[in-house]
């Protein structure tokens, strides 16, 4: 009888443990300092930090032209191939706060300037090895070379906002 009790208590046990470990990879985790930082000032003063580029003489008053943001699967080399701000997107089609996110890129686009490669959480081991990656919805900065500038974890808040606010 006592072998049954035991074996009745892990059939009870086993199903809730494995749920809670199913949950918790929807969880969010610390992100970079340096990136929380970063938006953390921007987000008490309300605006971005001034830029520090000297006033010239030969600069016109028409205004800058922007480019337009894109948001694009990403491939092997594709870094190195794109000019301007890049930011790696670690996606997972099975997590929530990662749809939110998808959803608003794919009906709002990119921010100008910015683009956005969508990186497949599950397939892609080796970016998350190489950037730090632990979590899906993790947004990584990166430089024309693929080299890591700032990482943040955005499950609190799967917004363009939050992605904008992010960059360093």
Known sequence: MRMD???NRRLVWTPLLLGALLLSACAPAASDSTADQGSAEQSASGEAPASTAPDTAEESDAPAPSTAGAYEDYEDGVIEQT??????FFHAPWCPQCRKL??????E???DGLTVFKVDYDSRSDLRQKYGVTLQT????????????SSTVLYDDPSIESLVAAAP
């Open 5 to 7: 009790a035991m074996f």
């Open 83 to 88: 000019e301007g701000a890049k930011v790696l």
């Open 102 to 107: 998808d959803d608003q890129l794919r009906a």
């Open 109 to 111: 686009g990119a921010p």
């Open 138 to 149: 993790t947004v990584v900065f990166v430089d024309d070379e693929g080299e890591l500038l």
